[in-house]
């Protein structure tokens, strides 16, 4: 179905709000994907805060202008299906990667992140990233880890001198 100008224009309109706002994108060819296999990773990208568009590739060019994903513009071709990551960096390539997995017919074309064209290679570096409770939990314990050793050095030395047994005596013959 063929789009009038104020319709090309509102989705233009959209698709640069997203790319304005996103931390990734990555663009899949998705001919010969099935409408249950579309519509599943539809709902899997509404849950994960991915932002999951097919449109032509004129319109996408001209949404990302003025954007850090202005570089690839150059790249699009093709049938192509754009997930842009709205919440975190490699919600897009896990997406992406986990129902190519299911259908080799979806193949990551396109993958930015930060300004920077990356191959399409690079969609499983993408997915490997953590998601952002994974990445407080390894700050918290990077954190903690000093307090831990600090209070194991202490209980050693306390041990070593025998302050541990004394102290533990003193209030049992009180």
Do not use: C, W
């Not at 063929?2 to 309109?13: C, I, P, R, T």
């Not at 663009?27 to 709902?43: D, N, S």
């Not at 975190?88 to 993958?111: C, D, Q, T």
């Amino acid at each position: 179905m063929a789009l009038n100008l104020s319709q090309k224009q509102e989705v233009v309109a959209e698709l640069a709000e997203v790319a304005a706002k996103a931390h990734s994108l990555v663009a899949a060819e998705y001919a010969g994907t099935t409408v249950e296999q579309m519509t599943a990773m539809r709902k899997k990208a509404r849950e994960t805060g991915v932002f999951l568009k097919v449109v032509k590739n004129t319109l996408a060019s001209r949404a990302v202008a003025g954007t850090e994903f202005e570089v690839v513009k150059d790249a699009l071709t093709g049938p192509l299906l754009y997930a842009f990551s709205t919440e975190e960096p490699g919600a897009a390539g896990r997406l992406i990667k986990e129902f190519a997995k299911s259908n080799e017919k979806l193949k990551a074309k396109v993958v930015s992140v930060e300004g920077k064209l990356l191959p399409a290679a690079h969609v499983d570096v993408l997915a490997s990233l953590p998601t952002r409770d994974e990445a407080l939990a390894m700050l918290a314990r990077v954190l903690a880890e000093p307090a831990a050793m600090f209070a194991r050095a202490v209980k050693a030395v306390a041990d070593k001198q025998g302050g541990g047994e004394a102290a533990a005596e003193a209030p049992a013959a009180a």
